[in-house]
Structure formats: C-alpha cells, structure tokens
C-alpha cells in the first residue's frame, strides 16, 4: 500500500511576495473563464438591451456570490485533506448516485453545445466550413489538447484565451463609448416590470456551473497542498471572478448602448447579430476582433469543461470505490472526519489526468455528443439535463455548507458568519431558480 501523502509532508513554497503570487495565479482565471460561456454573454447582452444599465447591481452582486462560492470550494481541497467527492460521499452514498447520473447526461449535451458555440465564430469568420464541421474540429482540438497536455500546458493556453477575451469583449465595451452616468445610476438596486427573472438570470447564472466545482482540483493540480495557501486561493479566486464580472459588464454595456430596445435572437447566435451591428456601425474590422473574442469565451469553456469535469468525474469513480469509511478518525490537522487523509499516489494513478477513467470520460464529452450536431436534441433528454443542471448548484451551495460547518475540516477552515451569510442567500436563490426552471422546463 502507498504511503499517505499528508499535508506535513509536502515541501512547499508558498510565494510570500506579490509578484509571486502573481506568478502563482492560474486556477481562479480558469475556473472563472470556464463558467462563463457564450450563452452567458448573451444572456448579459439581453438584459442590457431590454433595460440598459438597471440591472448593473445584479452582475456586481452575482459576483460577490461566485467569490463565496469558489472560496468555499478551494477552501475545501485546502483545509480538510480530501477532495470534494471525498466530502460527499461522507454525507451519504445518494449524494455520489446524483452526481453520477448527472456528470453523464450534462456531459453528453454540454458536449454538444460547447463545441456548437465555438464553431459559431469560426464559421462566420471563415464560411467555407459549415457551423457543424467547424464545431467538430474544435471538439476535437480541445480533445487532443487535454489528452495530451498536463495542467501547467492547459492553464497556459486558458490564460491566453483570457487575455483575447479582455482585449476584445472590453475593447467592445469601450468602443460604444459607455454612459457613465447611466451606468452609475445602475449601483442602485431596482426592478422594472418584468425585470425580476432577468436580475436574478444575472445574479445566479452567469458564471454558475459544475465547474465550480472543478476548482479545488486545479489548485491541487497547481500543487497548492496545506492551509498555508489560503491567501493565496483567496487571492487568486479574486482575481478569476472579478475579471469574470468586468467581461459581463461589458456585455452589459455593449446591450445598453448598441441594442437598447432592440429584439435579440436568443442563443449564441445572438453573438452573431452583434458582430453584425458593429460592423454596420463601425466598419468590417470592427466584427473581426469581436468574433475572435466570442471564439475565445466559448473555446476556453470547452478546454475548461474538458479538464476540469473529466477530473471530477475520475474522481467520483475513485471514490465510488474506496472501501466504507471508518466510523471515526483523525484527519489533517486535527479535524474529526470520516475517512484518511487523501492518499495521493491513489488519486493520481485513479483520478488524475491520464487515468483510464479520466480519458474514458473525455472521450465521453467529445465524440458522442457528435451525434447531436446532426440531429435534434431529444425532448426528454434535454428537460432530464435540464432539471438535474437546475439542482446542481443548490445543491453545491448546500452542502458546501455542511462540510464547512463540521469537525470535517480543521478549525481554521470552518465557516465564519460572512461565508454562512453568503452560502446561505446562494442557496436560497439557486433553489428559487432551479424550482423556475423546471416549471418552465414543464410548461
């Protein structure tokens, strides 16, 4: 049997300076670049063009609730010694049986959707190739950088993404000349009528999915091991969701001041007709730069999805098949929980990339879904995607508030009445939300 690796064993180098925190950051910008997607962005631009700058509050406070959730998330992979899944399991075995079944039907038609949304651009950019065969080339792009890239090679990339992400989608933002004025008048909370679904849309979805979970898995990736790290989690899951909120700000802004009472074609191709309009507006090369920063959002949650979830989903089969955890026990640093500290020679070899469970479920994620580029999605599986995608984030809220109130994890890394606050108004808005979806999912 391999040896424990607990926290006390590992050499670290926690960066104790801001220019080398600032070399550390990584896991934050791909967890936040992989929760926003293109139907995000439309989603954002919707909003602005139906209500301008009035719903501004709702992005600021939408982003405040990411910060509370990623911290909980890394906080953790930090302070308890295992994994998220490890954290489930101990709460009972349905909580592993609901993740199962959801990992593979959101897989299959995220699939689907993730490459779509990165053939869009492409297509428009370069029309030689049809929507559907340029989404297969992403897919398998995206494919074969995960399966031959380790992390510090797909956080590089992701970084770059990122950085055409802010030059373009903000280069927008400034290119229509915002109206500060109006947009300082959008910090204060109100709700025209028929606003309130799209508030709480911006509050609770945009940025919000199962990648949020992922994230404690890239910041054991980035071998961030110990509580000693928490600052610098802190710090650099600040950073991911703050430039998460600039890039919808500025959508926000390009639907207040270019589309502003206009009617926006729902979906990605709402991207499209923005593109469009800034070229009838601006010229032809004003399209271009936009087109390339719409490829950047979606492609970055393909590659983020690819990783980030094929690492969740390896770990869910690892500890699906760990034996009963003992009754009671001494974890890291003290806490009372109920199993060892992660062993990670097992988890690598079981859950980490290029584990045969890892590169099956990328597998999974590409080429089945291929299939759907040809046909239509079948009713059923798409309202089963789409009630189990509704309760994935009340349920990641609540039972972050579990874990994180228990002698699971050490004192230090326990909850303290901002995080209960926060976790707390998260979960009662996500349920809120999911509860409307699936009644609109039905009706």
Same mark, same amino acid.
């Given at each position: 049997?391999?040896?424990?690796?607990?926290?006390?064993?590992?050499?670290?180098?926690?960066?104790?300076?801001?220019?080398?925190?600032?070399? *550390?950051? !990584?896991?934050?910008?791909?967890?936040?670049?992989?929760?926003?997607?293109?139907?995000? %962005?439309?989603?954002?631009?919707?909003?602005?063009?139906?209500? @301008?700058?009035?719903?501004?509050?709702?992005? /600021?406070?939408?982003?405040?609730?990411?910060?509370?959730?990623?911290?909980? $998330?890394?906080?953790?992979?930090?302070?308890? @010694? *295992?994994?998220?899944?490890?954290?489930?399991?101990?709460? !009972?075995?349905?909580?592993?049986?609901?993740?199962?079944? #959801?990992?593979?039907?959101?897989?299959?038609?995220?699939?689907?959707?993730?490459?779509?949304?990165?053939?869009?651009? %492409?297509?428009?950019?370069?029309?030689? =190739?049809?929507?559907?065969?340029?989404?297969?080339?992403?897919?398998?792009? @995206?494919?074969?950088?995960?399966?031959?890239?380790?992390?510090?090679?797909?956080?590089?990339?992701?970084?770059?993404?990122? +950085?055409?992400? &802010?030059?373009? $989608?903000?280069?927008?933002?400034?290119?229509?000349?915002?109206?500060?004025?109006?947009?300082?008048?959008?910090?204060?909370?109100?709700?025209?009528? +028929?606003?309130?679904?799209?508030?709480?849309? =911006?509050?609770?979805?945009?940025?919000?999915?199962?990648?949020m979970a992922a994230y404690g898995y890239w910041t054991l990736a980035k071998g961030w091991n110990s509580p000693r790290w928490l600052p610098m989690m802190r710090l650099d899951n600040a950073?991911?969701?703050?430039?998460?909120?600039?890039?919808?700000?500025?959508?926000?802004?390009?639907?207040?001041? /270019?589309?502003?009472?206009?009617?926006? $074609?729902?979906?990605?191709?709402?991207? =499209?007709?923005?593109?469009?309009?800034?070229?009838?507006?601006?010229?032809?090369?004003?399209?271009?730069?936009?087109?390339?920063? &719409?490829?950047?959002?979606?492609?970055?949650?393909?590659?983020?999805?690819?990783? +980030?979830?094929?690492?969740?989903?390896?770990?869910?089969?690892?500890?699906?098949?760990?034996?009963?955890?003992?009754?009671?026990?001494?974890?890291?640093?003290?806490?009372?929980?109920?199993?060892?500290?992660?062993?990670?020679?097992?988890?690598?070899?079981?859950?980490?990339? !290029?584990?045969?469970?890892?590169?099956? #479920? %990328?597998?999974?994620?590409?080429?089945p879904p291929m299939a759907l580029l040809f046909l239509d999605r079948p009713f059923q599986l798409t309202v089963t995607y789409g009630v189990l995608g509704a309760l994935f984030m009340p349920?990641?809220?609540?039972?972050?508030?579990?874990?994180?109130?228990?002698?699971?994890?050490?004192?230090?890394?326990?909850?303290?009445?901002?995080?209960?606050?926060?976790?707390?108004?998260?979960?009662? /808005?996500?349920?809120?939300?999911?509860?409307?979806?699936?009644? +609109?999912?039905?009706?």
């Amino acid at each position: 049997m391999p040896k424990d690796t607990r926290h006390e064993d590992v050499a670290e180098n926690v960066p104790s300076d801001w220019r080398a925190r600032l070399r *550390q950051l !990584g896991p934050g910008i791909m967890a936040a670049a992989t929760g926003v997607g293109a139907g995000d %962005l439309v989603a954002t631009m919707v909003a602005g063009s139906r209500y @301008g700058y009035t719903l501004l509050w709702a992005v /600021l406070l939408g982003t405040v609730f990411k910060l509370a959730l990623g911290e909980a $998330v890394g906080r953790w992979h930090l302070t308890s @010694g *295992q994994t998220l899944l490890s954290g489930w399991r101990t709460l !009972g075995r349905w909580v592993l049986v609901y993740f199962g079944a #959801y990992a593979l039907i959101w897989g299959f038609v995220y699939g689907a959707t993730a490459m779509s949304a990165s053939g869009l651009p %492409l297509n428009a950019l370069m029309p030689w =190739l049809s929507v559907r065969y340029w989404a297969i080339l992403c897919g398998l792009l @995206g494919f074969a950088l995960v399966w031959f890239g380790r992390y510090a090679v797909i956080e590089k990339i992701m970084t770059v993404l990122v +950085g055409v992400m &802010f030059v373009t $989608v903000v280069g927008t933002a400034v290119l229509v000349a915002p109206n500060l004025l109006d947009a300082g008048s959008g910090l204060v909370p109100s709700l025209p009528d +028929g606003s309130l679904v799209y508030a709480l849309g =911006l509050i609770g979805g945009v940025g919000g999915t199962i990648t949020m979970a992922a994230y404690g898995y890239w910041t054991l990736a980035k071998g961030w091991n110990s509580p000693r790290w928490l600052p610098m989690m802190r710090l650099d899951n600040a950073v991911g969701y703050v430039t998460t909120g600039i890039f919808v700000i500025a959508m926000l802004v390009v639907g207040s001041e /270019l589309l502003l009472h206009q009617e926006i $074609v729902s979906g990605d191709e709402g991207l =499209l007709l923005l593109g469009d309009r800034l070229a009838q507006d601006y010229g032809h090369w004003a399209r271009i730069p936009f087109l390339v920063g &719409f490829f950047a959002v979606s492609f970055t949650s393909l590659i983020g999805v690819w990783n +980030g979830v094929s690492l969740l989903f390896a770990d869910w089969w690892r500890t699906w098949r760990l034996p009963a955890y003992r009754a009671s026990g001494v974890g890291a640093h003290g806490a009372d929980v109920a199993e060892p500290t992660l062993d990670r020679a097992d988890y690598e070899r079981n859950a980490g990339v !290029g584990s045969p469970v890892f590169r099956g #479920y %990328l597998v999974w994620l590409t080429f089945p879904p291929m299939a759907l580029l040809f046909l239509d999605r079948p009713f059923q599986l798409t309202v089963t995607y789409g009630v189990l995608g509704a309760l994935f984030m009340p349920f990641l809220a609540g039972t972050l508030l579990v874990l994180l109130n228990s002698r699971r994890v050490s004192a230090q890394g326990r909850s303290r009445w901002v995080s209960n606050t926060l976790l707390t108004v998260c979960l009662a /808005l996500f349920a809120y939300l999911a509860v409307d979806q699936i009644v +609109g999912l039905f009706t």
